[in-house]
């Protein structure tokens, strides 16, 4: 069974349909969870800065200086 992500707060969700029927709180234009489209890894990388986390859930709880928007970490693919 496959895992489906929020790019934007790590949220786990088992399919995509529940995934995208859901608000996220973190999604910077205020509007549902988007998909992260990369594969799952053992690390996930913030594409601002560079830096590592074990989870996307973990990478998007804290914030990036180095992110133009003045936002969280954002996962590169």
């Given at each position: 069974m496959a895992n489906y992500y929020c790019k934007w707060c790590g949220q786990k969700y088992s399919s995509v349909l529940s995934l995208t029927s859901h608000s996220c709180s973190?999604?910077?234009?205020?509007k549902k969870?988007?998909?992260y489209e990369g594969s799952e890894?053992?690390?996930?990388?913030?594409?601002w800065?560079?830096?590592q986390y074990?989870?996307?859930?973990?990478?998007?709880s804290h914030s990036c200086s180095k992110n133009p928007n003045g936002k969280k970490h954002?996962?590169?693919l």
């Open positions: 973190k999604n910077p234009n205020g969870h988007e998909l890894k053992s690390k996930y990388t913030c594409k800065c560079g830096q074990s989870s996307i859930l973990s990478l998007t954002e996962p590169a």
